[in-house]
Each structure stands twice: as structure tokens, then as C-alpha cells.
């Protein structure tokens, strides 16, 4: 009968010892993550990340965090996930520097989902084909070809969208020039109506990428789902037209991204997954249109806000106009005149950033700063640590495009395009945008705010809540 107590003896002890056992090490693991709070169960910190880019000023939740808990790092959760934010140029420098080792791209699987449809088509072993395809096609040497093109677009579109008024919105102008510009280099789409039959389902893909992602008839994630459906079966029998011109005739098809990637193979020699190219295709047009044309119209609001940098811009692209005959298009000498204008642009994009930062997953646990980040949980590097931190930049919310001549900023420090291996691949790309598009706006026209103080919201990118109304000056001939 003396055996019963004591067993029991043995067992209560044994759990209590597992139990401290269990406590000291779920203490001991949970004392190396990075300092911060998740939040709420499964939303976390989302609303108060989505809330504070809503009133324009998202790097409040980042400085709030940073001084709080540490302006190394800090954990929050976002999207349902774990989060660890790096900081600084030296946490911008670390995730940048350890692609594919500690950390990989990712982004949240509601978006991709709109994408690519599927996980498999995301994760297909073409995928890094695809990108080294991506990044060939828009390095400098080749973009250079397309300069021409660029400008003879937007020299139309101030014929037919700017010219015939005395008020335009900048927003929706960048907007339809970049996406058009998009659908020639991209597919050699021309045709205006053909081009709105991408437009229409993007703009619907758009809207659901930011939106709460709900799969049910009516929301705006559903419409999303639809939309990137819709595009990719318009790529996909662009596709099968062209591969139908390469069999017939490969000296008179366009050379374009589409005919850059179906002459390409694998290491097998096989054609890549066209549903891959597709989703590839659709994932660049989200990538470059918002960011591209927030920029622009960035870089034009400043212009209107500083009438000395105004006139500066002025100068410098009126001396280039005047160096060519009348019917001359731009060129890569010309581009590379453009030193002042992209040191407004730079400052531009400092202040109002086309992109917030991005996300990895980490896919081997790491230290960092004395924390550890665990394998499975997601990092995010953002410009709202640097861009308008004092100790990178003095005077930070003063405009100012000195910063960026000579050596300009510190490394690390100013990334409105990322960094590392998986530094965006449309820099070059986005840059020649922007100068082409300020180029023939400026030598074309002055322009004043309708709303002096209209306020910055942040979705994707920053956008003028009401698309920044201007009254146009036409130049005197």
C-alpha cells in the first residue's frame, strides 16, 4: 500500500521538474528574440502599420518601435506572421548581404495568390530563370535601346492627355503613361484599346492587393483573384501568337521581355513553364507601375513646391532640348546630362519613397545584435529607419538635392531600390522613366498645386490623396 504514495511522489515530481524545465527554456529561447510586442492574435500590429501609412506618416510605427525597443531591431507581427525588423544602414547592410544564406524574397501568400494563382506556379524551378531574364533585359546597356521609345511616348501623351487642358491630375497621368510605356517594352502592346484590356483587370488587381484578403463574391480581394486570372490569360495567348511568329519568321518579332523569355530554356534545354512567364510578366507590371509613377509624381510636386529647383531642372533639360534638332528623341548621352534632375528625383524619392521596404523569409535561424531570429519567421528592411533619420541625414524633412552630388549619402543608408542580389532589377529602368517623363514636362510647362496642402497617403506607395490637381502654364514658343 506504501508503493501507491510514492509513486505518485515520483510522478508529481517528474512534471514539476518538466514543467521548470520547459519554463526555463521557453524563457531562456524567448529572452534572444528581438525585443517588441506581437499585438493581437493573427492581425498583430496590422492595423497600426496599415493606420499610420494611411495618415501619411508610416515611420511612425517604425521610430515609435525603434526608440521603444532598440534602434537595432525590434518584433512586431504583420500579416499574420512573425516579424523582425532590421534597422539602420548596418540592418539594411546585414539582410542585404545575406541573400539565399540566412534570408530569401517573399511576400505574403494573398498576393501571391493573385499573381501567380498557385504556390507551385510561384515556387516554379523557373522562377530564377525568369528573374536573371528580368534583369538582363532592363540592365542600362540594354535600356539604352528604348530611350528613344520612352520619349516619342511621352511627347504623345502630353499631345493627347496634357495640352488640351488647363488642369490635369499628376497621379493618373503618370499612371497611364507608365503602364502604356509597361505594355510596349514589355509585350508590344500598342493599341490604346488593347492596352485597357490589361488596364481594366490591373487596376482591380491593384485595389485587392491592399485590401483586407477575404476570398468571398463582392470583396475587393475576390475582384483581385478575377482580375489576375483575366491578365494572364491575355499574356497566355499573347504567348501562343508569339511563339506562332518565332516558328514562322524569328527575324521580324518584336523584341520585347515576352520573345526574350520564350527563346530562353533551362539547364535542360526545355522551354520555360508559360504560366510561370505569365505570372513573371503580371508580377513586374504591379512592381514597376505604382512605383514608377508615385516617383514621377514625387519628383513633380517638389518641382511645383521649389521654384528655385524648378528652375534649375529647367535649365538643365532646356540645354539639352536646344542641343537637338526638332525632330531628335532623346538619347543615352542625353540621360547622362541629367545630373541635377536625378539629384531631385533622388531627394524625392527620400522623402515621399515609392516603396516602403520589403520582406524575406528567413530560412536558417541567425543572430543578430546579440538576438536570435528564428528559421520560419519573415524580416522587413524599410527606408523609414534611414531616409529621414538624422544621424544618416541632417535636417531630415528639408528638401534638399546638394545631398546627392559627389559621393552622396552613406552606403546603405538611402535604398529606395533595395539592395544586395535582390536589389530591384527596374532601377535603371524606373530612372530613365522618371528623367524622360521630367524632361518633357518641364520643357513643356510650369505648373502650381490646386491644393497646397493636399496630404500624402501610403498604400503600395505614396499617393496624393487626390491625385495632385495642378494648374498648367503652358510655355511661351
Same mark, same amino acid.
Given at each position: ?281 503580371? @508580377?513586374?507590371? %504591379?512592381?514597376?507601375?505604382?512605383? /514608377?509613377?508615385?516617383?514621377?509624381? &514625387?519628383?513633380? !510636386?517638389?518641382?511645383?513646391? +521649389? ?62 545584435? @546579440?538576438?536570435? %531570429?528564428?528559421?520560419?519567421?519573415? /524580416?522587413?528592411?524599410?527606408?523609414? &529607419?534611414?531616409? !529621414?533619420?538624422?544621424?544618416? +541625414? ?84
Amino acid at each position: 500500500m506504501d508503493i501507491l504514495p510514492n509513486l505518485l511522489h515520483v510522478v508529481v515530481l517528474s512534471i514539476s521538474f518538466c514543467l521548470v524545465f520547459l519554463i526555463f527554456r521557453q524563457k531562456s529561447t524567448h529572452s534572444k528574440l528581438p525585443p517588441g510586442k506581437k499585438g493581437w492574435p493573427i492581425i498583430g500590429e496590422t492595423l497600426e502599420f496599415g493606420t499610420a501609412g494611411q495618415r501619411g506618416t508610416p515611420e511612425i510605427f517604425i521610430k515609435e518601435r525603434m526608440r521603444k525597443y532598440s534602434q537595432d531591431l525590434f518584433q512586431t507581427s504583420l500579416f499574420g506572421e512573425n516579424l523582425a525588423v532590421l534597422c539602420g544602414a548596418a540592418g539594411n547592410k546585414f539582410l542585404f548581404s545575406n541573400e539565399k544564406k540566412y534570408v530569401t524574397a517573399w511576400w505574403p501568400r494573398s498576393i501571391q495568390k493573385v499573381v501567380f494563382e498557385s504556390e507551385e506556379s510561384y515556387n516554379n524551378n523557373d522562377s530564377t530563370k525568369l528573374r536573371s531574364l528580368v534583369v538582363e533585359f532592363l540592365k542600362p546597356e540594354a535600356l539604352q535601346h528604348f530611350i528613344p521609345i520612352m520619349d516619342s511616348m511621352a511627347k504623345e501623351h502630353l499631345e493627347t492627355d496634357w495640352c488640351p487642358y488647363k488642369q490635369v491630375k499628376i497621379l493618373s497621368m503618370s499612371l497611364k503613361y507608365t503602364f502604356a510605356l509597361a505594355c510596349r517594352l514589355f509585350m508590344s502592346i500598342t493599341d490604346p484599346n488593347h492596352v485597357t484590356t490589361f488596364s481594366d483587370p490591373f487596376n482591380l488587381v491593384k485595389a485587392g492587393t491592399v485590401s483586407v484578403p477575404i476570398n468571398i463574391p463582392g470583396t475587393a480581394y475576390n475582384r483581385a483573384l478575377k482580375g489576375g486570372k483575366v491578365i494572364r490569360q491575355e499574356i497566355l495567348a499573347l504567348i501562343k501568337e508569339r511563339k506562332k511568329e518565332l516558328a514562322e519568321n524569328k527575324g521580324t518579332v518584336a523584341h520585347d521581355l515576352l520573345t526574350h523569355t520564350l527563346l530562353a530554356s533551362d539547364e535542360n534545354g526545355r522551354a520555360l513553364d508559360e504560366m510561370a512567364i505569365a505570372g513573371n510578366i503580371l @508580377g513586374l507590371l %504591379i512592381a514597376s507601375h505604382d512605383t /514608377t509613377s508615385s516617383a514621377i509624381t &514625387s519628383v513633380l !510636386k517638389y518641382l511645383a513646391e +521649389f521654384p528655385h529647383v524648378y528652375n534649375q531642372v529647367l535649365q538643365e533639360q532646356m540645354e539639352i532640348a536646344r542641343s537637338k534638332g526638332p525632330k531628335d528623341l532623346l538619347n543615352w548621352d542625353d540621360i547622362k546630362k541629367m545630373k541635377y534632375s536625378w539629384n531631385v528625383a533622388c531627394e524625392s524619392m527620400r522623402l515621399l519613397s515609392p516603396a516602403q521596404g520589403a520582406f524575406r523569409e528567413v530560412i536558417h535561424d541567425f543572430t543578430y545584435k @546579440g538576438f536570435t %531570429i528564428p528559421k520560419g519567421w519573415k /524580416t522587413f528592411w524599410t527606408v523609414h &529607419s534611414t531616409h !529621414k533619420n538624422p544621424k544618416y +541625414f541632417p535636417d531630415p524633412e528639408k528638401f534638399d538635392p546638394s545631398r546627392f552630388e559627389g559621393n552622396g549619402p552613406a552606403p546603405y543608408t538611402f535604398v529606395p531600390f533595395g539592395g544586395g542580389p535582390r536589389m530591384c532589377a527596374g532601377r535603371e529602368y524606373a530612372r530613365l522613366q522618371t528623367l524622360v517623363y521630367m524632361h518633357n514636362v518641364v520643357t513643356r510647362f510650369k505648373w502650381e498645386k490646386a491644393i497646397p496642402d493636399e496630404k500624402i497617403t501610403y498604400q503600395l506607395s505614396s499617393i496624393p490623396v487626390n491625385g495632385l490637381p495642378v494648374i498648367l502654364k503652358p510655355h511661351k514658343l
